[in-house]
Structures are given as C-alpha cells and as structure tokens.
C-alpha cells in the first residue's frame, strides 16, 4: 500500500490539519469507480490511528439490547453487503460561489466526489439485532474517534435512512480495507446524503428521539439565504443538509485548455442525490445553444453518478463550455451561482461553466 504522503501527492491539497484534498478533474473522470488513492478526503480534525483488533463499535440508546461488536463480530453475525454508491461533500464546487462574493469553508472545484464499492453490513440489520422499533419516530446518531475543536466528531440521520437497505457499516472500499483517510477501520456509508452524514472511524451508534446535538449536526451544514451572515446566522433556523442535489461538472476540457478547430470530446459527471438523472445538456456557447450527450450509467446503482460524454464540433475563437442535467421529475439546475449563493458555500449546483481557447 502507498504512504500517505505519496497519496497525498497526487492530490489538490487544501490543509494538513484537517486533511482535505480533492483529485484533479480530469483524473476523477477516468473511471467510474473512483481509486481510493484518488477519492477526495474531507475531514474536520485528526486522522485518529485505531487498532483493528482491539476495535470495538457500541450500539446503545432506545434499543431492547445494548451491542459491542468487533469487525469480526460485525463480519461473522450479520451478511456482507456491498453498494456501489457516490460520496459527495456538501462544499463540493464551493469554488463558483467564492468567485461571487467570500465564503467561508475549503475553496473545493468539482472533485469533492467519488464513487466506489462500499462493502460491510446493512445498518439496519445491525439495528434490528439490537431490537429497534422500525415504527418510532427517532434518529440515529454516530459518535466517531476523531476530534473536532475539543470534542468527537458527530452526526445523526432520520430512522428511516438509517434502516435503508443502501446504508452502510463499511469495513472496504473496493474490495479493500479503507484507508485510514477513508475510515478505517469502520464508517457509516448513506448513500444519497451530504458526506458529513456518513462519519468515518466510527466509535458509537446511538438510537434517541432527537437529532444529534453534536455540532456538526446541531451548529454546522445548515443552509441559510443569501442574507444570512456569519454572524447573525442562527442554526435553529436553517435547513439541516441531507439529501444532495442535481449536479453536473465537467471534468475534461479543464479550464484554460486550448484545443484545436474541429471535432472535440466534452465530458463529465451528473449526479443527483436520490433521484435519477435523465439527461444531460452541453453547450459550447454559453448555453446559448445545447445538445444532449451520451449516458453512462450502472443499472444496479441508483445511488450512483452518471457519466456523460459528447463530441462538439467547435470552431476557432473562445469559448465558454456549460453543461446542465435534469433529474426524473423534470427538474434542472439554477443557470448562475448568484442564485443559490450562502456565506458558507454549500449546495453549489448551478450550471458548470469552462471557458477554454479553439485554434
């Protein structure tokens, strides 16, 4: 296996501590299962060192019976599953919307992103075992060994996401152990949710009434108008982030290319967070004009990005290439980052825009 330092070189790194790094576009886009050597890494303290074979994971709280399970527990008493399933966080192109006015948070361009084979056990098959009422109304909160600003990291998601049969206690990712920059030894995977919803180096899951009141879930990844600043924001009154919206990049050409007059390849990703993606349109006059672009996407995996692709036929002088999808209820994405602009840079969805030279 590389060191970290070798992985961390080939990444666009934006801190040591907390590692974030993103993978350069063109890169991500090279297959649709992304290396975990080129999956992007988000984490908001330490990169916690935990021994496999002294790891234990505690279930408690509104449950018949309290669990401390190992991997091996984990492994022997319940059935493998794997789901192929895009992470995404929800900063992800938070690069558009500081180009509009200041936002706080790492300046990510497209590749706060990725896909792969996430295999462990079904959460709600750990939580059934435990002795959950499917029917009540309550949250499920995890509790992880990294430590933010003093405190663990933590985070909840709604029973009914948490009981799906795509989310996850993972132990690999593509066929191998995680990294420890992914979360070894265990984390959760909910597929469909902002990343900050499926906690790596998990140490607890607790069953209770309420959210989590951890401030990652309490304080932070709350979406508020474009009024709202820094300082006058109150968390009570924004929108908690879960499901991830319609979004289209394009990975290749990158931005500043220069291409030659005639026949070029544009492609990309389209993801959409609980829906599918019907369509993708590419423009390469500003979305003055569009064509629809070729599809590609696996069947077995709702809860997965699509690739698109498509051949422009791109005469000499500038251009401003712009991609746009539309998801399974007729819906697209907002035309400029002016619209959806927030102080802190979240949900950056509106039409991806490159600008390159033709000669």
């Not at 995404?88 to 792969?116: E, F, K, L, Y």
């Not at 709600?124 to 405190?151: C, K, P, Q, Y």
């Not at 206690?169 to 597929?191: D, I, K, T």
């Not at 820094?230 to 879960?242: K, Y």
Request: hydrophobic fraction near 40%.
């Amino acid at each position: 296996m590389s060191s970290l330092a070798e992985r961390k070189a080939r990444l666009i790194v934006y801190g040591d501590a907390p590692y974030n790094a993103e993978p350069p576009l063109a890169r991500l886009r090279a297959a649709y299962r992304t290396a975990a050597d080129d999956f992007y890494v988000r984490s908001h303290g330490d990169l916690p060192e935990i021994d496999a074979d002294g790891y234990r994971l505690s279930v408690d709280g509104t449950i018949q019976t309290a669990l401390e399970l190992s991997l091996h527990g984990l492994r022997s008493r319940f059935p493998q599953v794997t789901v192929t399933a895009t992470m995404q966080c929800a900063g992800n192109r938070r690069a558009d919307m500081r180009a509009v006015a200041p936002v706080s948070g790492d300046p990510w361009d497209g590749g706060a992103i990725g896909t792969a084979d996430w295999t462990g056990v079904r959460l709600g098959d750990v939580l059934r075992e435990a002795g959950i009422d499917a029917g009540a109304d309550l949250h499920v909160a995890f509790e992880s060994h990294d430590t933010v600003e003093g405190h663990p990291y933590g985070a909840s998601i709604p029973l009914a996401k948490a009981l799906a049969p795509e989310t996850l206690l993972a132990y690999a990712m593509n066929g191998a152990p995680l990294l420890p920059e992914h979360g070894f030894p265990l984390r959760a995977v909910v597929p469909g949710f902002a990343g900050v919803r499926s906690p790596k180096w998990l140490k607890r899951v607790t069953v209770q009434d309420r959210p989590s009141d951890n401030p990652i879930q309490a304080d932070d990844y709350k979406l508020f108008p474009p009024d709202v600043t820094a300082e006058t924001a109150d968390p009570g009154a924004g929108h908690t982030i879960n499901t991830m919206p319609l979004n289209a990049v394009i990975c290749e050409p990158a931005r500043g290319a220069r291409l030659k007059a005639g026949s070029n390849i544009v492609s990309g990703y389209a993801v959409c967070g609980d829906r599918a993606v019907v369509r993708v349109d590419v423009s390469g006059d500003g979305g003055r004009t569009w064509a629809q672009a070729a599809l590609e996407h696996d069947a077995r995996a709702p809860f997965a990005w699509t690739f698109w692709t498509i051949d422009l036929d791109l005469p000499a002088g500038a251009h401003e290439l712009a991609v746009r999808a539309w998801d399974e209820a007729g819906q697209t994405q907002p035309a400029a980052p002016d619209d959806t602009w927030n102080y802190k840079g979240y949900l950056s969805a509106a039409w991806h825009r490159v600008h390159i030279t033709v000669a």
